[in-house]
């Protein structure tokens, strides 16, 4: 509900004027399941402070009847009549200023419209998906209108008489069956505004004639208004048409919205010397060269650009608003520059490597990012001051211990500063791809470890499991086998358990039950290295195990663990505690996986354990 705003249900109440309290303070009324024709008294004019009425049918097929007497209220300047209202039941309303409507016959509730409301400043006219409809001549005859929105009403064409219009500062065409430019448009010499959402099959030359136009939203209206270009075919990018010159030639706009219109090269802007506002939302732009031609650009929007990969093109730019969503560049380092920039939204861009710039910029107030991301935004100055990425890499390779574990704890803040979506940074930093599945070697940090392996502190070998261990689905690095092979030789309990407690922070959006079954890291943990551990830390990875990561058949194959949890140690209480977890896995899936599962597990475990 608006502010100020009178909103009566009729459904669910009866109007009655006089029982309305704090009308000092209404200015617009608004009747919902609007039906049967109402009584507003003429009292109404005690209060001019009331000027807006709004009428909303109960039934979207039948025509409604607005209450008698409207062209008596003289403070009323704004009019809504939703869906379907009887024009012919009105009397005119000179006084009326501005109109919100549905028509079922665009061409005569329009002519009808016309007569009942000559003065009309403001003018928007929705149709039900029609077609086959004109606006009439009459239309021409509203001389004091300033603002006309025609949306889904069925018409192909713009008549000439619109050519009268010469106060007309506000053009938007929405969902029309119009497939060429209306050349008439070209006349309204004081348009400031025009929206044209529909794909058309050029631009005219005269649209030059609009020396007055500010704004300029073609959203969907060129290239067939092809969303998924960012995504087609090399081909099928060729028969793309470049941006009509003639765009160009408005020097005078400031707001320009080439949102889904397959745009590959903005140099027929490069002219629009005022430009504020600019949206290439689902271009096919590969790079940002040429934005330095816009030195007032303030809001950019490059959203879902997908060949976008570098941006050194917005350097130095006055951006205080910038949309890079849904891209996938790798680096950011470009904000830097953008020095007043104050709201940056890059949700959907799981690629990026680095965010520093990002969490050191300091003009930035509101963020679009991906969750994680936004969470960490929250806390920057946790991550503004990490030394710098290569100065770590160098530093690996030190013989000195103190510096080497100096340079892990700096790594792994750079990789938790910028870890997103699954999506580790790790092996970026040293310029090395991942494949899936594949286990990877990172040569100056495997090198670094093997030297100093049996000298790193417990903390950091969990640092290096940590940061090489984020997502169970897609890490795999050499180092953390490395590591792993050694926390193992050392049973060191607690540091167990706390790679237990690692482990499944990094299963946190794994769907149990599909690892690879090959080498992965999960695949080796699984399979070979947890059944070395000590029996306290599996009784952790045990008893936090869902029955999906257990179950051999079409689980994790966990279960196996069972029984080096219990040969791994001669303790009573905590052989007990173990029981205990199978027991509790029997109660919660017998009815899946079968009593005979269960019977042939337990007699597995009861033959290395007293059945007491």
Not at 237 to 251: F, S
Request: net charge negative.
């Amino acid at each position: 509900m608006k502010q100020n705003e009178l909103r009566i249900d009729l459904s669910k109440q009866e109007f009655n004027f006089s029982e309305i309290g704090n009308l000092n303070e209404v200015t617009e009324i608004r009747f919902d399941n609007y039906s049967e024709k109402i009584a507003i008294p003429v009292s109404v004019n005690e209060f001019p402070n009331i000027t807006r009425l709004s009428f909303y049918g109960k039934s979207k097929n039948d025509l409604f009847e607005i209450p008698d007497h409207l062209e008596k209220l003289i403070h009323i300047k704004h009019l809504t009549l939703w869906s379907y209202c009887d024009f012919t039941k009105i009397k005119p309303m000179p006084q009326l200023e501005e109109l919100h409507t549905v028509v079922k016959n665009t061409e005569t509730d329009t002519r009808n419209i016309v007569a009942l409301f000559p003065n009309l400043k403001s003018i928007e006219i929705w149709g039900s998906h029609l077609k086959n409809q004109k606006l009439p001549d009459e239309t021409g005859n509203l001389s004091e209108l300033t603002s006309m929105h025609l949306v889904s009403c069925g018409v192909d064409d713009l008549p000439d008489s619109l050519s009268n219009l010469k106060k007309l500062t506000e053009l938007n065409l929405r969902g029309l069956t119009i497939t060429r430019f209306p050349e008439v448009i070209t006349k309204l010499e004081n348009l400031e505004v025009l929206e044209i959402m529909q794909p058309l099959s050029e631009l005219p030359d005269s649209l030059v004639n609009l020396k007055a136009l500010r704004k300029l939203n073609l959203k969907g209206s060129l290239n067939g208004g092809d969303m998924d270009v960012a995504s087609d075919f090399e081909e099928d990018r060729k028969e793309l048409k470049p941006i009509p010159n003639v765009i160009g030639k408005l020097e005078n706009l400031e707001d320009l919205n080439l949102d889904i219109c397959g745009v590959f090269d903005i140099a027929p802007l490069f002219s629009l010397k005022k430009l504020k506002r600019l949206n290439l939302q689902y271009s096919a732009l590969t790079n940002c060269e040429g934005f330095s031609n816009f030195p007032v650009l303030e809001d950019l929007n490059i959203d879902t650009s997908y060949d976008l990969k570098n941006l050194d093109g917005l350097k130095g730019l006055p951006l205080k608003k910038l949309n890079l969503s849904s891209n996938y560049f790798k680096s950011i380092e470009v904000i830097s520059s953008l020095e007043i920039l104050e709201t940056l939204d890059i949700s959907g861009c799981s690629y990026i490597e680095d965010y520093s710039p990002l969490y050191q910029h300091p003009a930035i107030k509101e963020l679009e990012a991906d969750n994680e991301i936004e969470k960490k935004w929250k806390k920057k100055e946790k991550y503004n001051n990490l030394p710098a990425i290569d100065t770590i890499i160098s530093q690996l390779e030190t013989d000195n211990l103190t510096e080497f574990e100096k340079a892990l704890s700096g790594l792994s803040q750079h990789v938790e500063a910028n870890f997103n979506d699954e999506n580790n940074p790790l092996a970026g930093y040293f310029g090395i791809e991942v494949y899936e599945e594949e286990v990877t070697e990172i040569e100056v940090l495997d090198s670094g470890i093997q030297k100093h392996l049996k000298n790193l502190s417990e903390e950091s070998l969990i640092i290096i499991f940590e940061m090489t261990f984020k997502s169970v689905g897609s890490d795999n690095f050499i180092a953390c086998l490395l590591v792993l092979e050694e926390i193992i030789l050392r049973r060191n309990i607690k540091a167990q358990q706390k790679i237990i407690k690692k482990f499944y922070k990094a299963c946190k959006f794994y769907d149990a039950g599909h690892r690879y079954w090959g080498y992965t890291v999960q695949d080796q943990l699984i399979d070979n290295l947890f059944a070395r551990f000590t029996s306290e830390a599996l009784y952790k990875l045990l008893k936090k195990a869902s029955t999906d990561m257990l179950y051999s058949e079409g689980g994790d194959a966990l279960d196996e663990l069972f029984v080096p949890a219990f040969r791994n140690t001669e303790d009573k209480i905590l052989q007990e505690k173990i029981l205990n977890v199978f027991f509790k896995y029997q109660e919660e899936a017998t009815t899946y996986y079968g009593e005979k599962y269960f019977d042939e597990l337990l007699q597995n475990i009861t033959g290395v354990v007293s059945p007491k």
